[in-house]
């Protein structure tokens, strides 16, 4: 499985910015798909996470009301629209594909990342 994650960037606290990941190489639409986050000197942390339909979604307690995960099963994509965005925030941002349909199924295959900064 191949992910590709795309949007990352600078932006000032109360700012947006969409992430979005492109996957390849397995049946989408069968498995679940999540963000996670590392901030320097951090563990990687799960942020948002989407069920195979797109039913169901997690959101660690962090980004409740702030960031929306969704998924396009036809274009093969997950975003992660981040709002209200926070020093805190600053992370570099990984895409990873599901083991299972759903999110809290575990995760097998990661993307390379994109960079987020917020400044306050």
């Known amino acids: 499985v191949q992910l590709q994650a795309s949007g990352g960037g600078l932006v000032q606290a109360g700012g947006s910015l969409r992430l979005s990941c492109v996957a390849s190489?397995?049946?989408?639409?069968?498995?679940?798909m999540g963000w996670f986050r590392q901030a320097p000197g951090k563990d990687r942390e799960f942020v948002s996470g989407?069920?195979?339909?797109?039913?169901?979604?997690y959101n660690t307690d962090s980004v409740k009301g702030r960031f929306t995960i969704s998924r396009d099963n036809a274009k093969k994509t997950v975003s992660l629209q981040m709002n209200s965005l926070k020093p805190e925030d600053t992370a570099v941002y990984y895409c990873?594909?599901?083991?299972?349909?759903?999110?809290?199924?575990?995760?097998?295959?990661w993307g390379q990342g994109t960079l987020v900064t917020v400044s306050s």
């Open positions: 990873a594909a599901g083991r299972g349909k759903y999110p809290d199924n575990g995760y097998d295959f």
């Open positions: 190489g397995r049946t989408f639409n069968n498995y679940a």
């Open positions: 989407i069920s195979w339909t797109g039913g169901t979604t």
